[in-house]
Nanobody, 123 residues
Framework: QVQLVESGGGVVQAGGSLRLSCVVS??????MGWFRQAPGKEREFVAA????????YYTDSVKGRFTISRDNAKNTVSLQMDSLKPEDTAVYYC??????????????????WGQGTQVTVSS
């Protein structure tokens, strides 16, 4: 049975940093990614990384501020978030799946999802 457990969310002031982690149990996956959903908005893509860590993708609004990484030995994916802004406030979800058939930002490319962790950035 596949399970994803996120951790690391919390409340931080604008300009601060948080590191999210997601532990995956049950099996390994090629694609690992992070999505987020702000109140009243649709879930959106944040970042993704391939199994060999040779390919990463970011949505434009987080480029240069967020860094995705993975540890295949521990079957974990992390998201280092720096220079946080109030507009980064959302529930963050990790997701895993097979190699992307279309684009990494497409949530339907992912097979399993975590429960989410809240990130709140105060101004």
């Amino acid at each position: 049975q596949v399970q994803l457990v996120e951790s690391g969310g919390g409340v931080v002031q604008a300009g601060g940093s948080l590191r999210l982690s997601c532990v995956v149990s049950g099996r390994t996956f090629y694609a690992m990614g992070w999505f987020r959903q702000a109140p009243g908005k649709e879930r959106e893509f944040v970042a993704a990384i391939s199994r060999l860590r040779d390919t990463t993708y970011y949505t434009d609004s987080v480029k240069g501020r967020f860094t995705i990484s993975r540890d295949n030995a521990k079957n974990t994916v992390s998201l280092q978030m720096d220079s946080l802004k109030p507009e980064d406030t959302a529930v963050y979800y990790c997701a895993v799946g097979a190699p992307w058939k279309t684009v990494a930002s497409d949530e339907y490319q992912y097979d399993y999802w975590g429960q989410g962790t809240q990130v709140t950035v105060s101004s």
